[in-house]
């Protein structure tokens, strides 16, 4: 089943998290599984304070969604051992129609490949001429490799130089050893001369006859006696391919993760000479194989939006992603589709009380749960009901979802703007990242942060670090303007800092910081309209 996220905003706030576990809950209950609650940002103090106090986890983390190796919908999971001879690796990767084969450990870990490009180098085009030799080998593997038959058992374990006896005999015997393998044709006194040189195994080719002095003398002496159609050079092209893969694999492979973006990949893929990537795991445990038509069909991830609709404040690689619906209760920002999508967008408090009204038309009542944490997000965004945003809608679902999940609103609300508002040991920069929203106005990048502050008195105190800090994260952002805003829920006000040239500060009208901002308690509704207009002049 492909998993569509349920996402909210850059530095989420309450109601993002809470209306994308709300909304991922309520989809679930008609495709169970399908649809996962998803973050992008980390959890604040208040959040996590709300998440807890309901028995809820937070929502996965996700930090971007452009497609990765993961939402590929098959990886070649086939490997070989390193020590399975070369030739059983050649007959699996015809048997899977691939031309690469990543070799392993005993515990998977990624040791190397076996090419078709690697074997074509090691048996064809090779100009050193080695020495033939046999790796350990069992001595019934290499039967089955020479399709012969064992006429006489012997050692069951082969290793050593095998000599294709064409020379004077007497030169052969001099060269051969106790572990040494020789080739022999029809030829019964060298076969005889060879087996009493102490050899470890006889192999006679072309098919040619064993005789009962030679299979005597071989039982006599513990040697091993084969006999096979092929004749003595492919005998001795197929003894090449009985070597383990550990020493034919290459091992300048490429590695991916699970994580990789597909773009990234493509393009390791793209420039290796396997046209191949092994993706690996913990360990350099391998997880599968990725070749170029792996990329036939167009990946993407499937997205839902909550509490936003701008591009600038999406989770990273949204313009990859297959956005399929958008819930928000924000102006309307640059976001557009590549087909018709599923977009409610309603004046209202907070994304929360949308998804309740879901519930509602759906007919299906929240469980305890996600009634609590729907509230949480609706008195988290109305400042517990008492913002300029608040409407009659979000009254109306704060009431129904207060009797679910049986707490007192008020009681309850002003506890949680508490955890939210506790700024000690938190520094002045961590506090301005918290809730901050971006924006591009009148062809102007503009960051607005906004913190909730019990009292005027922590913004008066810190006025000269606050501007300092302001100019390091404007440039950080890359913002024209970076605005803070410092809301006090009790006396139903803000004040306001900007960071930006002189020129648009003077223009603006802010060079004396903080300007109080009397009954602006909204960012959005508040502040960013009459600010946007400010804007508009310049």
Known sequence: MNKVYVIGHKHPDTDSICSAIGYA????????????????????????????????????FIESVEPNVSDLPYTYPISARADVPTIEVVARMDEQGVRNM???DVDDRLLGLVSEHGLARAYVTRTKIEQLSIAPIKLETL????????VVPGPDLLEGKVYIAIDALHVSLSRLGARDVAIVGDNEPAQLALISAGI???????????????????????IAVLSTALDAFGVGKMINLS????????????????????EYVKGVVSNSKYRTACVVGADDCLLGMISRNTFVDEINKQVILVDHNEYSQAVDGIEKADVLEILDHHRIGAFSTLKPIRFLNEPVGSTS??????FIEAGVEPDQRTAGLLLSGILSDTLVLRMSTTTPEDRKAVDYLAGIAEVDPEAYGMEMVQQGIELKDVSVHDLLLRDTKHYNLFDRAVVIAQVIVPSFEYSAERTGEIREVLEVLRAEAGADIFVALFTNVFENASDLFA???EVTLAKLGVTGQPMRLENVMSRKKDFLPQFGNMLRGL
Do not use: Q, W
């Open 102 to 104: 990543p070799i392993v």
């Open 499 to 501: 960071a930006a040239d």
């Open 243 to 262: 070597l383990p893969a550990s020493m034919v694999m290459a091992t300048d492979m490429p590695r991916v993760g699970m994580n990789d973006p597909l």
């Open 200 to 222: 470890a195994a006889l192999i006679i080719a072309d098919a040619s006859p064993v005789g009962d002095r030679v299979i005597h003398a071989a039982k006599a002496g513990e």
């Open 25 to 60: 809950e309520l989809l679930n209950k008609s495709e169970p599984g399908k649809y996962v609650a998803s973050r992008c940002g980390g959890i604040n103090p208040e959040t996590r304070f709300v998440l807890e106090h309901f028995g809820a986890e937070e929502p996965y």
């Open 143 to 150: 039967a089955k490799i020479l399709s012969a038959e064992i």
């Open 353 to 358: 009380t949308i998804v309740t009204r879901k």
